[in-house]
């Protein structure tokens, strides 16, 4: 089965070896993304700013694909601090309301940024 792949500004995609995403048939599985900027900086802000810049990542990737915002079925929100969880899963209301897609939310010890205060994964289903 042909496997179609895409990249974004992560600067460790390259060194960890690693897509964006991968579409395998009619499913994308997009990695773990945290809010990185178009020029490899992390996104400044608080965990709700950061959320928003991990869903536009995600999206974009999804629609590079050929997959749609409305096609994504399962979220992973990894945060750092249980005091952000409002915060990211109000961005997650925003994208994904009349989506409504299997979604987890985990508190983790540290990601790979200290800056950093969520990370989100998220897989699609595209078409029938």
């Known amino acids: 089965m042909e496997r179609r792949r895409t990249a974004s500004a992560s600067p460790y ?6 897509s964006r995403a ?3 048939g009619n499913r994308i599985l997009v990695s773990g993304t945290a809010p990185v900027e178009a020029d490899g900086s992390s996104t400044p ?5 950061q959320a928003e810049r991990c869903f536009d990542i995600i999206v974009g990737a999804v629609r590079q694909l050929g997959g749609a915002r409305t096609d994504i079925v ?4 990894f945060i750092t601090d249980p005091a952000d969880g ?3 899963g109000r961005a997650h209301g925003r994208r994904f309301a009349d989506v409504r897609p299997a979604a ?3 508190v983790v010890s540290a990601l790979l940024r200290p ?3 969520v990370e989100i994964e998220a ?3 595209v078409g029938e």
């Not at 802000?45 to 700013?49: F, P, T, V």
């Open 74 to 77: 399962r979220t992973r929100m």
């Open 45 to 49: 802000g608080d965990a709700e700013a």
């Open 115 to 117: 800056e950093w205060r």
């Open 13 to 18: 995609e390259e060194t960890i070896g690693f």
């Open 104 to 106: 987890t939310m985990v």
């Open 123 to 125: 897989e699609a289903l």
């Open 22 to 24: 991968i579409r395998v």
């Open 86 to 88: 409002e915060a990211v």
